[in-house]
């Protein structure tokens, strides 16, 4: 009887052992397979784009500029065309597309780095804007970026860059810019304020911004995210930028492609 109980004490215990066994396999297979769906998750992807290392650094909020290489098609980036914002030549052999949020900070820090950029590199550079509001972070900066086209329309593309310019420089970031303010900003440009407060009050430019942030969604779409996003075209090839890059990094980076190019005729 005694052994016949401790047969059976036995036989409970391997089974106990045996459940516990499966369990532990178990449980390494899954966390193994998630292991491996992260990884493939965050892996970049690969391709024949060119890279930019120089370009990593700190953004305004800490974050890391991403300059990762990148496959061509990747990235879509709507052709520009005579009715974008350009400065520069659109023949010119590098062209930075930047999406921008006018009221964010690292935007903000970045504008005039491009605007250096921009004056150094003249006929070799073309700076394409689009308006990108992060409506979840700055509720006015959509406001902001249709009183941008406003001045486009009274002024045309000279006057849309110098209210940009304007918006910038006075703007604290973080919705801090007053939109009393932005026929102020208009009148400070050149334009007539009343034509330009009766333009803003249409809402008539809000389906421009809509299509641009549609065009920075697309952009973005392949993992990179924040603004300024930025992406350097060179021919076919395109290089993103998240975040605020410095001076030195641009130059640094610009110069290089210019040198490959020179290389490749």
Partial sequence: MQSTASDSAKRRHSFVKVIF?????????????MALVLINISAPKGGNGLTLPQLQGQTSRGQNTAAAS????????????????????????????????????????????????????????????????????????????EAAECAAELGGNEKFWQYVDFIFQITPANDGLDPAQLPEIAAAVGLDRQKFSICLASGKYAAKVDNDLRQALIAIASGRQGTPYSVVMVGSEKIPISGAAKYEQMKTAIDSLLAELERRK
Wanted: glycine fraction near 4%.
């Fill in 21 to 33: 066994l499966a369990i532990i396999i178990f449980l390494f297979l899954a966390i193994s397979f």
């Fill in 70 to 145: 990148v496959g061509q098609n990747d990235i879509i980036v709507a052709p520009a065309t005579r009715f974008d914002h350009a400065r520069g030549s659109l023949s010119a052999p590098i062209t930075i597309v930047e999406f921008v949020d006018l009221e964010c900070p690292a935007s903000k820090e970045f504008h005039p780095v491009m605007k250096q950029i921009f004056n150094e590199y003249q006929g070799k550079v073309a700076w394409i804007f689009h308006h990108y509001p992060v409506d979840s972070l700055h509720l006015k900066a959509r406001k902001e970026a």
